[in-house]
């Protein structure tokens, strides 16, 4: 059994990405895999800044506070 997540990047909803995303997970989900869909729509989306911040905190999660 394999984790797989799935990642939806476009910003409509029930498109053509989503619908493929969802055929490819009908797909996998028949072969007993756990899967995780992540879908970007409404989500505050940043890039890395280079802050190291990750690297200073124990956790090792970007707060992206230094920028």
């Given at each position: 059994m394999e984790k797989i997540a799935v990642l939806i990047g476009s910003p409509r909803r029930n498109g053509n990405t989503e619908i493929l995303a969802n055929a490819f997970i009908d797909g996998i989900?028949?072969?007993?895999?756990?899967?995780?869909?992540?879908?970007?729509?409404?989500?505050?989306?940043?890039?890395?800044?280079?802050?190291?911040?990750?690297?200073?905190?124990?956790?090792?999660?970007?707060?992206?506070?230094?920028?």
């Open positions: 989900s028949k072969q007993e895999n756990s899967v995780e869909v992540i879908s970007v729509i409404g989500k505050k989306v940043n890039g890395c800044t280079g802050c190291d911040f990750c690297y200073r905190d124990n956790s090792h999660n970007c707060k992206n506070l230094c920028c």
